[in-house]
């Protein structure tokens, strides 16, 4: 424990030192101007708040597989154990509020998985072996407002944070024989934090987001052909989204 302080301070005072030898400070105006552009590159893991009928037999609509021995009383758990990176980029439009404020819009696209895993087998129609998770691949559409808040600049660098709302649409392919299928839309609320960081020609930002979604992205059942308790296990589907950005403007 006295070692990671350590190194927490030591950090701190190079960071401070650096930060008072600087004196040259690159693009004084930016922050003045009215509306500003620019992109953004970011890689993102996408994740499920997964609520599950327990028993299954919960869910109004669940039919008996006696077959596969499963009944009102079975329990069928499915979850989200481990995250996997995607993708993001986006086009960044800033309006200036005041001088600590600005409305930002960041349309662009994400491009991730979710693997969901179950406690029984997983059997799809579509392949000829058991699976050890069933893969969910999204392609979002984005479309995030925000809200930024400025720190005090301290030479060429200025600490921020970020709040406000996003509109999602899911175009990836779905079909009809889908083990478990997702809603086309959603909203959700984000919160996040970056550091600008001011060079000669234009200003470089890193940003941490958090994407907390609102609706429940179940879908449809899927077709007939497919075993439907493992959709009919799930209560809802929450999307989650952690999303690290590398904003140039």
Known sequence: MKRIVSVILF????????????????????????VHFGFSLGVNSLDFNVVNYNPIGENPDFIPYPLDGMYAESIIRSDVPELVPGFTVSIISSLRLSKDL??????????????LTYNILIEDVIYYEPLRFYSIKSTFLDFPLLIKYKARRINNDRPYLIFGGAYRQD????????LVKLAKSGFYAELG?????YFPFFRFSVEAKFSFGLNNQLGDLPSTIQKQYYAQSIKSLRSNIFTLSFHFE
Do not use: C
């Not at 600005?102 to 693997?115: I, V, Y």
């Not at 175009?171 to 889908?178: K, L, Q, V």
């Open 102 to 115: 600005n409305l930002r819009f960041l349309p662009g696209m994400s491009f991730g998985e979710r693997k």
């Open 11 to 34: 950090i701190l005072i190079v960071s401070n030192v650096f930060a008072q030898m600087q004196k040259v400070k690159y693009l004084t105006t930016f922050d003045d101007k009215m």
């Open 193 to 197: 934090s970056g550091w600008d960081h």
């Open 171 to 178: 175009i990836s392919r779905s079909a009809s024989e889908d």
